[in-house]
């Protein structure tokens, strides 16, 4: 049984910072692929990174979130800097068992998913 538990959301101003963390019980970050998605009120999910052997992060967040994993802890953090009211939403991380240098964007090819952490931005 794999179970990811994500942390670190909170209420912050336009333009701080929060960095959240998913830890996991049962899969092995450090030969799994690890996305982090987020949904806002009334809309789809939508991809936000993911991190294997290499990373990948949507367009709307590039240059301003940072995926890095803690094998030791077997955590992948995700570090939202610069952060817009846009980004309000519920973040969740998931798994897969594939490894890859170009992880997926992709929600179907994600077996397991944590609880959400809420992150709200206010302007």
């Known amino acids: 049984q794999v179970t990811l538990v994500e942390s670190g959301g909170g209420l912050v101003q336009a333009g701080g910072s929060l960095r959240l963390s998913c830890a996991a019980s049962?899969?092995?970050?450090?030969?799994?692929?690890v996305g982090w998605f987020r949904q806002a009120p009334g809309k789809e999910r939508e991809f936000v990174a993911a991190i294997s052997w290499g990373v990948n992060y949507a367009d709307s967040v590039k240059g301003r979130f940072t995926i890095s994993t803690d094998i030791a802890k077997n955590t992948v953090y995700l570090q939202l800097n610069s952060l817009k009211p846009e980004d309000t939403a519920v973040y969740y991380c998931?798994?897969?068992?594939?490894?890859?240098?170009?992880?997926?964007?992709?929600?179907?090819?994600?077996?397991?998913w944590g609880q959400g952490t809420q992150v709200t931005v206010s302007s």
């Open positions: 998931a798994t897969n068992p594939s490894t890859t240098y170009y992880p997926t964007d992709n929600s179907s090819a994600y077996d397991y």
């Open positions: 049962g899969r092995t970050f450090s030969s799994t692929t």
